[in-house]
């Protein structure tokens, strides 16, 4: 019962939308109405609010950091085993992937995944990151950066952290961020995926 609640109260944290709070802040459109049409950092960035788009990421990026470190603090008071932070790990991730306050159209999870993985284990976390960053140089494509280190976070997890229930929960959160990618895999296979600060009119 008691595991049930944390994965509970962990997706209702994944749940809110710091793209929509942000857009709200600095009085932006809703990004779901713009762009790509998605709840996260990168179509933010379309509205060429930079700033409005670091604070979507950091708040992304930071619910699935909190969720996990919550959940390796207070899971072995409940008489709960590190199986719990997996569980925590991947409910935090849904919640962002399909948020109820959104009737669960969320974002795709990049933010949140690197939150999750940083919480876990910070190198893993990092490692993530750097593959992002160094894709994201040659190529300036978001999405291709977010694809590749989503392939090879569950690697990094196996060498970092071996097997076990957090690897299993790198392992599905990756396949779901590749899963909710399939139109940029569409786009860059055609050669149209847009780049890193490309603005799409967000009607402002």
Do not use: C
Not at 106 to 111: L, S
Request: aromatic fraction near 12%.
């Amino acid at each position: 019962m008691t595991l049930w609640i944390f994965a509970m109260l962990a997706y209702l944290l994944g749940s809110v939308s710091f793209a929509v709070i942000s857009s709200w802040i600095f009085k932006l459109p809703d990004p779901r109405t713009y762009g790509s049409k998605n709840p996260g950092a990168t179509n933010v960035l379309r509205s060429g609010k930079k700033t409005a788009a670091i604070f979507t990421l950091l708040g992304d990026a930071g619910k699935g950091w909190l969720a996990v470190i919550l959940a390796q603090t207070y899971a072995p008071f409940w008489g709960l085993g590190n199986e719990a932070v997996a569980v925590v790990a991947l409910a935090v991730f849904m919640g962002h992937v399909f948020p109820v306050f959104l009737r669960f159209q969320g974002g795709k999870g990049v933010a949140t995944a690197v939150g999750v993985l940083l919480g876990l284990y910070f190198w893993l976390g990092l490692l993530a990151i750097a593959t992002w960053i160094l894709v994201a140089l040659i190529w300036r494509i978001s999405s291709l950066a977010a694809l590749l280190a989503a392939a090879l976070a569950p690697v990094y997890a196996v060498a970092l952290l071996g097997f076990g229930s957090n690897t299993l929960a790198v392992l599905l959160m990756s396949l779901i961020l590749i899963w909710r990618h399939q139109s940029n895999i569409v786009n860059l296979l055609a050669g149209k995926e847009g780049r890193i600060g490309e603005k799409k009119s967000p009607g402002i």
